[in-house]
């Protein structure tokens, strides 16, 4: 696991707004989100290119993190 190597995305949410985005990753690489001063929760899920779910962070917090199984493109659901 470690850090995202090339790759920084900012989205701005609402309360129980979701997004989607899609990049490439590398496997081990981890994808992260954070919340600012007004958020307390952020979940993401990572699913492969056929829809299925790879991995995911619903605990409560501010500062999930889900990890590339293998490399590939993959679509993050924030």
């Known amino acids: 696991m470690g850090p995202a190597i090339a ?7 609402k ?20 919340c ?4 307390n929760d952020i ?3 990572l699913f492969n290119e056929m829809g299925g779910m790879v991995d995911s962070d619903n ?5 999930p993190i889900v990890t590339a199984p293998y490399e590939g493109t ?3 659901e924030v």
């Open 43 to 45: 979940n993401l899920f």
């Open 74 to 76: 993959f679509v993050v």
């Open 36 to 39: 600012d001063e007004d958020c």
């Open 15 to 34: 309360d129980n707004e979701t997004t989607t985005m899609t990049g490439y990753l590398l496997q081990g690489e981890d994808i992260s989100a954070l």
């Open 59 to 63: 605990q409560i917090d501010a500062t």
């Open 7 to 13: 790759q920084n995305r900012t989205a701005w949410l």
